[in-house]
């Protein structure tokens, strides 16, 4: 019986202390009333072997314990959902960014290279490890609490059909979405970026004075200008088209991610120059204006390759969902010839 | 049909079977406790009928009736081992009358359905 006893023991540990003697006691009286019966049948006392099997097909002590458990989750069924949600949002709205973003570096800077390779790329892959980690550690307690804390049935009872979003077709173009290209695309190409080709100011107000570095503007200006102002011009007439006929082609889909794929190119060789901006003015502090033109200059690569990243993605999106609808056309075919 | 795809069907029936078994266990431990048993002889029992359900799905069940107030127990001796016995209480009667009745016109609805559909035991 000494193996019984262990057993017992066992299962009592994960028991709640509350209920181990009264659980402990049901389950000895129906192992011991099964070994009665058995040894009835075998006309013989059971030997350590035969109350191994009985205890064996009775199950390992922690599963046997958990069956007496009250159901328990971390995050349950009505916020899981929620939770899910929110946690793949983090992973493409906060650790891609970030990763993309080291990964880009390490492409396109060779002095940030350098000072990361080797032995550094285990310092840089924990430091992503960490922020993804918080993030996930974070959004877990975050609910764990609302778990714990909240009543959760105005998440079951207080909605209305009403409330709910109206449907969205994918392939429906948003004509105040279109608008808002057509005129950011206007006054991006057609005002901001041209000048600043044709002149060297990027900025010039209340006595701060941007401006393109010498060699800079001479650079931009004789490889970038004419691809920048033909795919500004083809975006402008995109967005001018969809305005009019607000429905996605796969012609137009396939063009705008070419165009963005396009752009992406541009936007990293454009980060790669390190284009430079000289800040002056009779509101900037002489001493100061270094530092802060190489800062800007800096955000300017920065805000350049996340650009290129965003229309990178776009693109993807698009040719995604140009897959994806040919798949469906497909399978549809199939189905109407079958 | 491959031997993946049996397995596959296998565990999937045997999952539908035990979901399906679940249900009726209620009832069937709630009518069976009509006379007072304790856990053992009630899961023979159940067994004989041709309801066999283990030890780990019996007890908690048992203590979640208890809980809910359909079932009463007590301690007591007997071939000189302590020994839980359990029986339906007052409310459990009640609960088991309307889970009968409930139980019935599933039978009578599920009778029509597989009727009008050619798949009717008459």
Sequence with gaps: MDLLNRYLQAVKFWLPSSQQDDIAAELSEDIRSQIEEREA????????????????????????AEKYMPPKALIGPVLFPAYWFVLRLVLVCYLVPWV???????????????????????????VLWMIALTAFTVVTIVFAVLERVRDQSWLLDQWSPRQLPPVRDVEQISRFGSAVELIFGLLFFGIWWLKIL???????????RV??????????????????LLLGCANIALSAVNLVRPYWTRFRRGLRASLNFVAAIILLLIAKTHAGLVVSGTSVPQDKAPEISLYLSLSLGMAFLIAAIVCVVVGCVDIWRILSSSRKHTQLNHHLAV | M????????DSLLENLRLELRRGCLVLAVLAELRNEQYGY???????????????????????????????ASEWREEDKRNKRFYKISRDGKLVLKQLLAEWQGIGLSLEEILKESGHGSS
């Design chain 1, 100 to 126: 993309a973003v080291w990964i880009a570096f390490m492409i396109l800077d060779t002095s940030y290279r350098a000072q990361h390779s080797g032995i550094a790329i285990f310092r840089d892959a924990y």
């Design chain 1, 41 to 64: 049948a075998l006309g013989r006392k059971l030997n350590d072997g035969d109350l191994e099997q009985i205890l064996k097909q009775r199950g390992r002590p922690l599963l046997v």
């Design chain 1, 198 to 208: 044709w002149s060297p100011t990027v900025f010039d107000s209340s006595g701060v």
């Design chain 2, 2 to 9: 491959t031997q993946g795809t049996n397995n596959g069907n």
């Design chain 2, 41 to 71: 002889t009630l899961r023979k029992g159940l067994a004989e009928r041709g309801l066999e359900v283990d030890e780990g799905t019996l007890y908690p069940l048992l203590r979640r009736l208890e809980t809910q107030g359909l079932l």
């Design chain 1, 211 to 228: 401006t393109l570095a010498t060699g800079t503007k001479g650079f931009l200006f004789a490889v970038f200008l004419w691809s920048f």
